[in-house]
């Protein structure tokens, strides 16, 4: 099995990694980890004209954590995620879900960017940077621009980069005191894609309501899915089981989960009222042990 | 600059190669077709099955969804780098033979490169790690039993000083 013909280009500066976007548009395609790219070419589900790849520029591949905000470049490896002593501590929810992406040798060449870039709607890492609020920086031709993660993500994978724009560096604001968080998902084996993953980021008002509450799923919509109505109900309440009950069966009607070979469209539902309740449980939990 | 095929230049198990590659093979078809290191399986061709695991560098990675002309300039392990074959089997190996950690082979490469990078980076791991670090590898015959076993004796005989 191999790709079907491609022309190759090696840039060492992210000037040039634009030039040739710019040059070649739709037939390009980014490579950089290419732990998803590589089987979509394998397949020749994709059938890119040229590869361009990013693994020569230097300088891309830093988790920065100097300032208040986690700064990751485009080609800092999934395996970093890990391996940081910051992020544990301050970005938890990256650490709780970095070990349910692929496996370790996935994860030593997969990129943190090169997942939201793809945005596969089964793949954690776009949940978890829209339930961090992570804002994303794009280069083109025409300058620099900002993005929300929760803007990003247009369709199943699909996003708001253009054909000549390279997403530079994600960036992960800090945690408000009294947060938890909490990654949970069910998938066939360790390791596959998920059926259903859900993010939950809790904060704690100092009488221990719910001051604010994000509920992001991946698996049950072509992008990722944020259960407003549901995180609605939460805010300003006491987080109480039977209160986490009913936020789950209303992100489980409010979500559109396709069916597949894998999972019904009913069982995805049924995942998501299980998990929302455990992930909110956690949450909480862990926000009290910060509080 | 494009091209469609490129000359590279890396290090296999210590041996330095220059070929000149079509930028579409593998590093795995690389290693088997050009090298003749037919050692590294290729089994599931999409990442999955992990039959395909080499080293590069100090990660383990999925040969078949790299290619070659990724590796230039860098040092790849395959299982053929393990040990030579005049010499005594490493010490993964001559576990995975005493503790039936394989029975038809195809799987025992990749297995033995993850487990290679797991006891290189720690001593001493415990049960659920080996699962963990063997988790993206697939056996069809054996079951994992004889591999977990068969990794934890290689943790004490391996003298990794």
Redesign the interface.
């Given at each position: 099995?191999?790709?079907?013909?491609?022309?190759?280009?090696?840039p060492e500066s992210v000037e040039e990694v634009l030039e040739?976007l710019g040059e070649h548009g739709e037939e390009a395609k980014v490579l950089a980890g290419?732990?998803s790219l590589?089987?979509l070419?394998?397949?020749r589900l994709a059938t890119p004209g040229?590869?361009v790849?990013i693994?020569r520029v230097e300088g891309l591949s830093y988790l920065r954590s100097g300032d208040d905000v986690l700064a990751v470049g485009a080609l800092a490896r999934q395996?970093s995620i890990e391996r940081s002593i910051s992020i544990p501590r301050r970005w938890p929810l990256l650490h709780q879900a970095a070990?349910y992406i692929?496996?370790?040798?996935?994860r030593?060449?997969g990129t943190i960017c090169g997942s939201l870039a793809h945005a596969d709607p089964a793949a954690e890492l776009p949940a978890v940077a829209v339930a961090l609020g992570a804002r994303l920086r794009i280069r083109g031709a025409r300058g620099e621009r900002e993005v929300e993660a929760g803007d990003f993500f247009v369709n199943y994978m699909t996003t708001d980069l253009a054909p000549d724009e390279l997403l530079l560096e994600a960036r992960f604001p800090p945690l408000p005191p009294r947060t938890g968080t909490s990654w949970k998902e069910v998938a066939r084996r360790?390791?596959d894609f998920a059926l259903v993953g859900v993010a939950a980021v809790v904060t704690l008002a100092r009488d221990g309501r719910c001051e604010r509450v994000r509920l992001v799923y991946t698996g049950v919509a072509p992008t990722p899915f944020e259960a407003g109505d549901a995180e609605e109900m939460l805010s300003g309440e006491s987080p109480t089981q039977e209160l986490f009950g009913e936020a789950a069966e209303r992100a489980a009607r409010d979500c559109e989960p396709g069916s597949d070979v894998h999972a019904s469209a009913a069982y995805r539902r049924h995942l998501v009222r299980v998990l929302t309740k455990r992930a909110l449980g956690e949450a909480v939990r862990r926000a009290r042990e910060e509080g | 600059?494009?091209?469609?095929r490129?000359t590279i230049r890396l290090t296999v198990n210590g041996t330095r190669y220059e070929r000149e590659v079509?930028?579409?093979?593998?590093l795995a078809?690389f290693l088997r077709y050009d090298l003749g290191l037919k050692g590294t399986h290729v089994g599931c061709?999409?990442?999955v099955c992990?039959a395909c695991?080499v080293m590069l560098g100090d990660?383990?990675?999925?040969s078949?969804?790299?290619?070659a002309?990724?590796a230039d300039g860098q040092e790849v392990l395959t299982v053929e780098g393990l040990s030579s074959p005049e010499g005594p089997l490493h010490p993964l190996q001559q576990a995975f033979h005493e503790h039936h950690g394989l029975q038809c082979g195809f799987c025992t490469p990749g297995f033995l490169m993850?487990a290679l990078?797991l006891l290189a980076e720690k001593q001493n791991p415990g049960e659920e790690e080996i699962r963990?670090?063997l988790?993206?590898?697939l056996c069809r015959c054996t079951g994992y039993e004889g591999i977990v076993e068969a990794v934890r004796a290689a943790d004490r005989t391996w003298d990794r000083g």
């Open positions: 099995m191999k790709p079907a013909p491609f022309e190759y280009a090696a040739l290419g732990q590589g089987p070419l394998n397949m040229v590869l790849d693994n395996r070990p692929g496996h370790v040798a996935i030593n060449r360790h390791g | 600059m494009m091209e469609r490129r079509e930028v579409r093979k593998t078809d061709e999409h990442g992990g695991t990660a383990s990675v999925r078949c969804i790299l290619y002309v990724q993850s990078e963990e670090a988790s993206g590898n």
